[in-house]
């Protein structure tokens, strides 16, 4: 297993690096670049400013030239400096780190705590008004657009109840934990949305390609009453699919979620990367999609070996 | 089957609650009430404001962004107010040539003398003195300062001196009439003397001014927090209010949600967006006419756009086709005002006494029939040598409200014969093409400063301009509007310039854009601008509360 480990770390070194190629190429195929932002504020602006604004950020010279110095640069950790706040790359992030990791990582837990009981139970009682009633919640958590349900969530506990704040992380110059909760809930469960549409199907078809197989009948004709069966002998084996697909889903933690992060005013790498899209901002995308990369890959390594761990069958060499 | 029920009885529970949060009256008032706004009641005046996306950089010299929330901290010799206008700021007034702060030299140079107010403070302590104008000046015009978006304007400055504290002299290469629009920001050379103020973070993220507020944090993508200068240079009582925090809210659905929840006093809105709150309790709405106009522009670049609209008599023809009122009236809600010339009623400059193309279906048909375009087949489409007119306006999705507006001019224009179709393209793609020259028809939009030079826009060889027309009695006029530097001088030539600009019909304007801002009901002193330098210029007046 350690070698295992090892080995796949050590391929994750040409597996970035192939991937930062991509990516790279890939941005700046995207036609304008960040000198149109300038055209883009709808201001006139002088093709020599553009031109010398092109040299000063290096863009004048051939990709690969551009390529080779952000590699060599970023192979001693400098991600080098954003065009338009003109800060470095890893600081930017650095500092929206915090605010995606506590938004995510309670979505995360959010969703898991209700989709995880919500699929076992579907499954146990197969058909059954609990049953529809999960799956058309499901249908409808992966359907609805997440901006419109933000929205409507605003309305309905903010500008309606006044419960809850409409926007933001904090209440400036309030520093007590409740306001920092207030802020937190909506859009956590917001973003819990669609992972609990998609873990609670998951979980659902999972147990029931358990539920009916010959050691679960083998347990329940022992008189194991119908929840040990059913939380020790079925879910075990059940949850390996699921654990693997949540692992991967746990990769996002670091990049974000764009959308309810712009609806919210979550100060999180969501906005950060869609702001930086707009801009053109070269080095910033770079920095963002090569973090959100690493976890990707770094992940899919944690789900094989958790997939190890839960399912002895499963061996590594 | 005892846990079904209970599970059954808290999603009945949770239903419950969605339906009557529904049915719950609106009680605005309510929210308003709740303690989140303004924290009057601890004696201290705090203006929240719920704004648009991030900005780049405090730095108002490199930033990309509009810079409203520098210039509440700080300030330049000069600003654009609500009438358009210039007016001083740490100057003791705009040198001209009638008070003698400006004079020309015989070998053309032109030498203008500022003088500065005394005893104007930095936020620190340290005293601002010509020192500082010059050594902004040194920034903007060196290699760094290709990041100042009109570098190009400073460069006609030769030098700049500095003969004692309160005296700036520059000599200029030549009269330059937008003059007094260069230096908004004046640049602390105690502290950022020797560092590269690109990267700065110690200026950029937490600048150093001599404006009404004082920076107190940037909080990355949360706000910029400002606190009253308590030794602002104006004296008592200003500025009128304690501190002003700018939230950063992307989404113009959020910002409005916030502010009926009533968690902001001041926010700006779309035009879209004003009857959602024209009614809230608690807030009122101001609109604030901009320097931006939009406009539909034909090319003659372009193939297809030469052989279509190189006869003037077509053009205008065109024009009297397209129903602006309608536009205004009906796309933008009656929030807009139609526009025939590009520099807005409310500056000095603008001339209502331009040719005006009024909704004339009737009168275009004839105009294009007298050009030599009728219907000689009978496809409802006019024709000429066998071609037919139609062409393309070049959409951009980012902008769903001038697609709008395209759509409105392709139906108005089918009426008389015209056909028109559309090519949609993304944001980036959309520009990519524009700079190409190689398209037919656009609807587009300029923003303009208080100054009303329009040179860049409209002349031969102008760098923004891509529809390949070209006046040499527009140059003419340009070129004289730009070298005189009295206002009675100027007016009659920028007069001049959008008469030839309408009568030419190269593009047609549309209507003026306008920022509506929601306030709180008591806010005073609110003075919107709408040149490129926003509307916080007078941010030391504000005030609300009693």
């Known amino acids: 297993m350690g070698r295992y480990i090892l080995r796949r770390l050590v391929q994750m070194i040409p597996l970035l690096l192939g991937i930062s190629i991509i990516i790279f190429l890939v941005i700046q195929a995207a036609p304008g670049g960040p000198e149109t932002v300038f055209l883009g504020q709808g201001r006139f602006v002088d093709p020599e400013i553009m031109e010398k604004y092109r040299q000063r950020l290096g863009l004048d010279q051939p990709i690969y030239v551009q390529y080779l110095r952000w590699i060599g640069a970023a192979l001693r950790g400098d991600f080098g400096y954003s065009y338009t706040a003109a800060r470095p790359v890893s600081q930017m992030i650095l500092e929206r780190l915090p605010a995606t990791l506590e938004l995510m990582a309670v979505g995360f837990v959010l969703a898991a705590i209700i989709a995880l009981p919500l699929g076992i139970y579907s499954a146990i009682r197969q058909y059954s008004i609990f049953d529809y009633l999960g799956t058309s919640f499901s249908f409808l958590g992966i359907a609805m657009p997440v901006f419109w349900f933000g929205l409507i969530l605003q309305l309905i506990f903010a500008v309606r109840l006044g419960w809850l704040p409409t926007s933001g992380r904090i209440t400036v110059g309030n520093t007590g934990f409740g306001d920092q909760v207030a802020h937190l809930i909506l859009p956590a469960v917001v973003l819990s949305l669609r992972y609990i549409a998609g873990w609670s199907r998951y979980m659902r078809a999972s147990f029931l390609g358990v539920i009916n197989t010959d050691y679960v009948r083998t347990a329940r004709s022992k008189g194991l009453s119908e929840q040990r069966v059913a939380l020790v002998h079925a879910l075990k084996n059940a949850a390996i699919p699921v654990v693997s697909i949540m692992a991967l889903d746990l990769a996002g933690l670091f990049s974000g979620a764009v959308i309810t992060e712009t609806i919210f005013a979550w100060p999180g790498i969501g906005r950060l990367f869609i702001q930086a899209m707009f801009d053109r901002d070269y080095p910033l995308l770079m920095g963002i999609l090569m973090l959100g990369s690493l976890m990707v890959v770094f992940f899919n390594l944690i789900a094989d070996i958790i997939y190890g761990i839960l399912d002895p069958r499963i061996t590594y060499d | ?546």
């Open chain 2, 1 to 546: 089957m005892i846990r079904m029920k209970s599970v059954q009885f808290t999603l009945l529970i949770a239903l419950l609650m969605l339906i009557s949060a529904c049915a719950a009256p609106a009680t605005p008032g309510d929210a308003a009430e709740s303690g989140q706004t303004a924290s009057t009641e601890s004696g201290e005046k705090v203006l929240r404001i719920a704004y648009g996306a991030e900005i780049d950089t405090l730095n108002a010299l490199t930033s990309q962004n509009l810079t409203d929330i520098e210039i509440l901290m700080v300030e330049g010799l000069i600003m654009s107010n609500d009438q358009n206008t210039y007016i001083p700021i740490l100057a003791k007034e705009i040198p001209t040539l009638e008070n003698g702060g400006v004079v020309m030299n015989d070998d053309g140079s032109v030498t203008m003398t500022w003088n500065l107010h005394e005893g104007v403070k930095w936020h620190d302590g340290e005293e601002f003195t010509s020192e500082d104008v010059c050594f902004t000046w040194d920034f903007i015009v060196s290699e760094a300062g290709s990041a100042v978006y009109n570098q190009t304007e400073y460069l006609n400055i030769e030098s700049c001196e500095a003969p004692d504290p309160y005296t700036v002299v520059f000599t200029w290469k030549a009269p330059y009439a937008p003059y007094a629009s260069l230096f908004d920001t004046i640049l602390p050379k105690h502290v950022l003397e020797g560092q590269d103020v690109l990267t700065y973070d110690a200026y950029n993220r937490s600048p150093l001014g001599t404006g009404p507020f004082k920076f107190v944090e940037w909080k990355t993508g949360e706000y910029v927090q400002v606190e009253k200068n308590e030794d602002y240079w104006r004296g008592d009582p200003y500025p009128n209010i304690d501190g002003i925090i700018v939230q950063f809210i992307p989404d113009p659905n959020t910002r409005v949600n916030a502010l009926k929840a009533g968690e902001y006093d001041f926010g700006q809105i779309l035009p879209n967006q004003v009857k959602e709150v024209e009614d809230l309790a608690g807030y009122k709405v101001e609109l604030v006419n901009t320097n931006a106009w939009v406009h539909f522009d034909l090319n003659i670049a372009s193939e297809r756009g030469a052989m279509l609209f190189s006869d003037q008599a077509v053009r205008q023809a065109l024009f009297h086709a397209i129903d602006r009122e309608a536009i205004a009236r009906d796309l933008m809600e009656g929030t807009v005002e139609v526009a025939d010339t590009g520099i807005t009623p409310n500056s000095p400059y603008h001339n209502s006494d331009v040719m005006k193309y009024d909704f004339n279906p009737e009168m275009a048909r004839q105009m294009l029939e007298e050009a030599g375009w009728t219907d000689s087949d009978g496809d409802g489409i006019l024709d000429k040598d066998g071609e037919s007119f139609s062409f393309t306006i070049i959409n951009r999705n980012s902008r769903p409200e001038r697609v709008a507006i395209a759509q409105v001019i392709q139906a108005n224009l089918k009426d008389i014969g015209v056909e028109v179709t559309f090519e949609n393209l993304e944001n980036a793609s959309w520009i990519e093409k524009w700079l190409s020259k190689d398209w037919e028809a656009v609807v587009s939009g300029w923003i303009i400063p208080a100054d009303p030079s329009l040179t860049s826009l409209y002349a031969c060889d102008a760098s923004n301009n891509f529809t390949g027309f070209c006046s040499d009695e527009l140059d003419a006029a340009m070129e004289a509007s730009d070298m005189v530097l009295e206002f009675s001088d100027r007016k009659p030539l920028v007069d001049e310039v959008q008469a030839i600009l309408a009568e030419e019909a190269w593009s047609l304007p549309l209507h003026y854009l306008v920022n509506p801002f929601v306030l709180r009901e008591d806010f005073q002193n609110f003075k919107g601008s709408g040149t490129n330098l926003g509307s916080y210029w007078n941010s030391y007046e504000w005030d609300f509360g009693q």
